[in-house]
């Protein structure tokens, strides 16, 4: 009876023990320092990184999920006016931490989600290489990496440079230069005021209006954008386009789908190898136009007031769909019109007010139409 009651304690010890230390484990460890406006946050870590933007010349940093014997590869410490938080890599834990708005913040984490919540006043850049993304609004230069997730962010005003090799990119407001790249995923945009290169291997773009020049890229989605005060550069291999408008010149290729045009004041490049062209264009007399299709209907628009020289071609198999299928259509009085047997075209050329720089019509086994643009 003495043995098993001595057996019984010591049981109850080892179980009481290791309730202990569990609760050891689950204990969250804190430092806060204090700070000044404009100061520094550095992070490199493994785990779960969330940070927020408080009232506060404070940083509090919160750890959990750290067992005793690993915080001995924990560090947190004041340097000047910098905070440093770092882990060794083969460790993982959860960091929460409280700064002021105004605040630049560098954050590495090997391992997981980054988020910044609130607004902040200051450059942040944040890098994971296997999580998610996600700030909210900074007023500053902001630079976002993931190597497997997706990339969300407010309203930026300053420069913002994104990468994900494998998510969606979704970006509010940009009040600066923007570059965002994905190899895997959409990529959607409010707007920007200045100048944006967009870029994505496996998805669809979409943008609102654009305040300078756009690049935009995709193999394999579709491409929206809105009115671009600059230069416009849209390529896609796999889908349809569309611009609601821009000055300057677009140029505009599609291997796989139907292109519209609205609202285009200067020159314009646009070839299709799978779909239709409409164009509405206003030509300023800078360079010459081409709208070229290789199966589909185009559709150009033009003001009466427009000087300009438009050649049409139509490309053509058979020979009894030279007079009785395909046409070129238009509201203008043509100079020309051809049906040439031999070569299987359809050719019509038309000077408007005298003539101008050239818009080249293109397509093959389809019909064009000229009309008249009413602004």
Not at 132 to 141: K, M, P, W
Not at 291 to 314: D, F, H, Q, R
Not at 359 to 364: G, N, P, V
Request: charged share 25%; hydrophobic share 35%.
């Amino acid at each position: 009876m003495k043995t098993n009651k001595l057996f019984n304690l010591i049981l109850t010890a080892i179980f009481v023990v290791g309730i202990t230390q569990t609760g050891m484990s689950q204990d969250k460890l804190s430092k806060n320092f204090s700070v000044k406006k404009g100061d520094n946050l550095y992070v490199k870590v493994s785990g779960d990184v969330h940070v927020e933007s408080w009232s506060k010349d404070e940083v509090l940093v919160e750890v959990t999920g750290l067992d005793a014997v690993d915080r001995d590869d924990l560090k947190i410490a004041q340097d000047g006016n910098t905070v440093s938080v770092s882990l060794r890599n083969d460790h993982n834990a959860s960091f929460s931490i409280k700064t002021p708005g105004q605040f630049n913040l560098d954050i590495k984490t090997s391992g997981g989600d980054l988020v910044c919540l609130g607004e902040f006043y200051g450059n942040i850049k944040g890098t994971t290489a296997g999580g998610d993304v996600r700030v909210e609004s900074i007023n500053g230069n902001v630079e976002l990496v993931t190597a497997g997730g997706d990339i969300n962010t407010g309203n930026i005003n300053g420069n913002l440079k994104v990468t994900t090799a494998g998510g969606d990119i979704r970006v509010g407001v940009v009040n600066g230069e923007g570059k965002m790249t994905t190899a895997g995923g959409d990529i959607v945009v409010t707007s920007s005021s200045k100048s944006l290169n967009v870029n994505t291997a496996g998805g669809d773009i979409k943008v609102g209006n654009v305040g300078g020049e756009i690049k935009a890229s995709t193999s394999g989605g579709d491409i929206e954008v809105g009115l671009v005060s600059g230069i416009a550069k849209l390529n896609t291999s796999g889908g349809d386009i569309k611009l609601a408008g821009a000055k300057g010149s677009a140029s505009v290729n599609t291997s796989g789908g139907d292109i519209k045009l609205e609202n285009i004041y200067g020159s314009v490049k646009a070839n299709t190898s799978g779909g239709d062209i409409y164009a509405e264009l206003t030509p300023d007399g800078s360079d010459d136009s081409k709208l070229s299709s290789s199966g589909g209907n185009i559709t150009l628009l033009v003001p009466e007031n427009a000087k300009a020289t438009i050649e049409a071609v139509i490309k053509v198999q058979s020979k009894k769909d030279l007079k009785e299928r395909y046409k070129i259509i238009s509201d203008y009085k043509f100079e020309n019109y051809t049906v040439d047997d031999d070569e299987r075209e359809i050719r019509a050329t038309i000077n408007l007010n005298g003539g101008g720089m050239l818009i080249k019509l293109t397509t093959s086994n389809s019909k064009i139409e000229i009309k008249k643009l009413n602004k």
